[in-house]
T-cell receptor, first 113, second 118 residues
Framework: AQTVTQSQPEMSVQEAETVTLSCTYD???????LFWYKQPPSRQMILVIR??????QNATENRFSVNFQKAAKSFSLKISDSQLGDTAMYFC??????????FGAGTILRVKS | GAGVSQSPRYKVAKRGQDVALRCDPI?????LFWYQQALGQGPEFLTY????????KSGLPSDRFFAERPEGSVSTLKIQRTQQEDSAVYLC????????????????FGPGTRLTVL
């Protein structure tokens, strides 16, 4: 069974600084996908970034990048130049072939001015 | 519409009442998922449709929960004889298709329906 663990319930960062959110996962599959979703207080879940497990290169999307360590089953999210609008709950999730997302418990990120 | 929509956004039910929650996926999206999110927790999978076929309902917590997607577009999640433990946000997500590695499997979420059972 898939499991996803986020060990940081809350994080804070100053505006314009860099923050890293941690995530570890477990799966018995070779083909799987990893995601970071953002859920602002309005509750709409928004995709931040995705990573295919077969790709060695870390995914990047503008200020967001991941550090994917397949052997260690680690998938951290780095947010550079943090902005006030980045304040949200961040969920790490995994997906095995053709199926459901399994989410971690989430990390609340607060960006301070 | 441009995104996944859900209605109602908020629902208050008395214990024992039946409720129906609606999801309108992104037009053309083949796959549709329902998740349950308890307060302060991550969403948990309930059920999955590919077109009108319900391919996985392993996450439905009891036989009081029932989902359908009769024409392969709009879906309804029905909860019979609601209990207080059913109070949660119910999220719907859709994806274009399942095509491994092509990104079409990315799930897009609706705003959710917050259900409160008194």
């Amino acid at each position: 069974a898939q499991t996803v663990t986020q060990s940081q319930p809350e994080m804070s960062v100053q505006e314009a600084e860099t923050v890293t959110l941690s995530c570890t996962y477990d799966t018995s599959e070779n083909n799987y996908y990893l995601f970071w979703y953002k859920q602002p207080p309005s509750r709409q879940m928004i995709l931040v970034i995705r990573q295919e497990a077969y790709k060695q290169q870390n995914a990047t999307e503008n200020r967001f990048s991941v550090n994917f360590q397949k052997a260690a089953k680690s998938f951290s999210l780095k947010i550079s130049d943090s902005q006030l609008g980045d304040t949200a709950m961040y969920f790490c999730a995994s997906m095995e072939y053709g199926n459901k997302l399994v989410f971690g418990a989430g990390t609340i990120l607060r960006v301070k001015s | 519409g441009a995104g996944v929509s859900q209605s109602p956004r908020y629902k208050v039910a008395k214990r024992g009442q039946d409720v129906a929650l609606r999801c309108d996926p992104i037009s053309g999206h083949v796959s549709l998922f329902w998740y349950q999110q308890a307060l302060g927790q991550g969403p948990e999978f309930l059920t999955y449709f590919q077109n009108e076929a319900q391919l996985d309902k392993s996450g439905l917590p009891s036989d009081r929960f029932f989902a359908e997607r009769p024409e392969g577009s709009v879906s309804t999640l029905k909860i019979q004889r609601t209990q207080q433990e059913d109070s949660a946000v119910y999220l719907c997500a859709s994806s274009l298709a399942w095509a491994a590695g092509k990104g079409t499997d990315t799930q897009y979420f609706g705003p959710g329906t917050r259900l409160t059972v008194l």
